[in-house]
Every structure is written in C-alpha cells, then in structure tokens.
Nanobody
Framework: QVQLVESGGGLVQAGGSLRLSCAAS????????MGWFRQAPGKEREFVAA????????YYADSVKGRFTISRDNAKNTVYLQMNSLKPEDTAVYYC???????????????WGQGTQVTVSS
C-alpha cells in the first residue's frame, strides 16, 4: 500500500507561481514512477509530469513544458511540482499518483492522492 497526500494548492494570479508537494508513505519503493495529473471541471484527467524515484529522467506534457518542474526528495519521500508562469487554463484539481499500470502518461495508476485545488485568476 502507498499513501499520498498533496498540499500547496491555492489561488494565484496569472503569471504567478505555486509549489505543490506530495508526501508518500508505505511501500513507495514498489513504484518506479511518480506522476502529477490534473482535472478541470468537465474534462478528463490529464497527464502533467512524471519522474522516476531513482532520479534522472523527467517527463512533461507539452502544455506545461518550460513552466513546470517536477522534482523529488527521496529522503523525505516527497515529490514536488513547481509551477511558474501560471495561466488561467492551468486551473484544475491536481493529483499525485504512484505505481503506473501502463505508461507513465496514462491516468491509470494504482494509488492516488486526494487532490489539491489550483485556481489561476486572469
């Protein structure tokens, strides 16, 4: 079992920044990847970013590339999503996830956090 708890969401003006955190506990070593997804009202859950627990390669959706950065602190079992130059279209509930069942970009993971709301005003 893996437990995930997100934090750091909030309301920010366009152009601003937020940093989301995802604290993981349990059998985190069983998941090679950690991912961030988001879901806006009336839309499907979409991939945002992913990273390997072991470090190295990171992956991003085209819509956030160059603005968002995913990172991890293995000692704290925490994954971060630094979001800069935020746009109103980034408004969504953001979820972290562990243990992908297919590719890291599919919203088909074994474990999900409860989500944190990010609202970007224009």
């Amino acid at each position: 079992q893996v437990q995930l708890v997100e934090s750091g969401g909030g309301l920010v003006q366009a152009g601003g920044s937020l940093r989301l955190s995802c604290a993981a506990s349990g059998r985190t070593f069983s998941s090679r990847f950690m991912g961030w997804f988001r879901q806006a009202p009336g839309k499907e859950r979409e991939f945002v970013a992913a990273t390997r627990w072991s470090g190295g390669t990171t992956y991003y959706a085209d819509s956030v590339k160059g603005r968002f950065t995913i990172s991890r602190d293995n000692a704290k079992n925490t994954v971060y999503l630094q979001m800069n130059s935020l746009k109103p279209e980034d408004t969504a509930v953001y979820y972290c996830a562990a243990q992908p069942k297919r590719g890291y970009w599919y919203p088909d993971y074994g474990y999900w956090g409860q989500g944190t709301q990010v609202t970007v005003s224009s």
